[in-house]
Nanobody, 121 residues
C-alpha cells in the first residue's frame, strides 16, 4: 500500500514563503509523475505544478515565477517551494502521485490528505 504524507502548510503573510513536502511510503519501485494540486473554498481542484520523470516541470500560469517544484527520487519525495505568496494562493494543497509501480501493482494513482495554506495579514 502506498501513502502520501504532506507537511509544511500553515499561515503566512502576503509576500511570505512556505515549503511543502510530500513523502510517499511503501515498497515503491517507481513513480512517474508527482505533483501538487490545490482547492480553494468553493472552487474546483486545480493543478499547481507537476514533474514527470525525465521532463521539465509544469506550472499553472498563476504560480509561474513564484513556485518551484522539485523531486528527490531516492526518497520518493516531492517539494513545493512557494515564494511571494498572495491571498489568492489560500487553499488546501494536495500531493498527487501517478503511474506508481510497486512489487505488486503498477499504473495506479494516490492522493495525499491535503494541507491547508492560508495567506493573510
Amino acid at each position: 500500500q502506498v501513502q502520501l504524507v504532506e507537511s509544511g502548510g500553515g499561515l503566512v503573510q502576503p509576500g511570505g514563503s512556505l515549503r511543502l513536502s510530500c513523502a510517499a511510503s511503501g515498497i515503491i519501485l517507481s513513480i512517474n509523475d508527482m505533483g501538487w494540486y490545490r482547492q480553494a473554498l468553493g472552487k474546483e481542484r486545480e493543478l499547481v505544478a507537476s514533474v514527470i520523470s525525465g521532463l521539465p516541470p509544469t506550472y499553472a500560469d498563476s504560480v509561474k515565477g513564484r513556485f518551484t517544484i522539485s523531486r528527490d527520487n531516492a526518497k520518493n519525495t516531492v517539494y513545493l517551494q512557494m515564494n511571494s505568496l498572495k491571498p489568492e494562493d489560500t487553499a488546501v494543497y494536495y500531493c498527487n502521485a501517478k503511474d506508481i509501480t510497486t512489487t505488486t501493482y503498477r499504473g495506479f494513482e494516490v492522493w495525499g490528505q491535503g494541507t491547508l495554506v492560508t495567506v493573510s495579514s
